[in-house]
């Protein structure tokens, strides 16, 4: 029993630190669009340096009316997009947003938004705690 009760103690700074520990959002940044487009796409790279996995389950901003997590893949020779529920991260892994991939959809931009600016996104992890990140608005490559 004392065995039992050792072991179980030695998790516990493990399970605390898991709690506390949470992905981070690195190099984020947003595309704009041609002006009068109701949508960004967005980009960056989620880390995950936890023992544990991550998920996220939504995202939103206050500069955009929805926010979305959607990838794009190649099918059949069609570039086809769907929205993506869940996105799982491994522990000590990363969630790399890119052109042609993953993204974020940002729709209905609630002002008009200029290169440089930054944008606040907040991802929702499927343990209910939050997870905040800013974007950089660049310009479209010409």
Not at 51 to 77: C, W
Not at 102 to 121: D, E, F, N
Request: proline share 10%; net charge positive.
């Amino acid at each position: 029993m004392k065995i039992i009760l050792a072991l179980l103690l030695s998790l516990l700074p493990l399970s605390a630190c898991a709690r506390d520990c949470a992905p981070q959002v690195k190099d984020g940044w947003i595309r704009l669009m041609p002006a009068g487009m109701p949508m960004h796409a967005g980009f960056g790279r989620i880390e995950n340096r936890c023992p544990m996995p991550a998920s996220i389950v939504a995202a939103s901003s206050p500069a955009y009316g929805s926010v979305e997590l959607h990838e794009s893949k190649l099918v059949d020779g069609i570039s086809r997009m769907r929205q993506v529920p869940e996105l799982r991260i491994a522990p000590d892994g990363a969630a790399v947003l890119q052109p042609g991939g993953l993204h974020l959809m940002l729709m209905q931009p609630k002002a008009t938004l200029k290169p440089g600016s930054r944008v606040a996104i907040e991802f929702e992890l499927k343990d209910g705690r939050k997870l905040l990140g800013e974007l950089e608005v660049r310009k479209p490559a010409p």
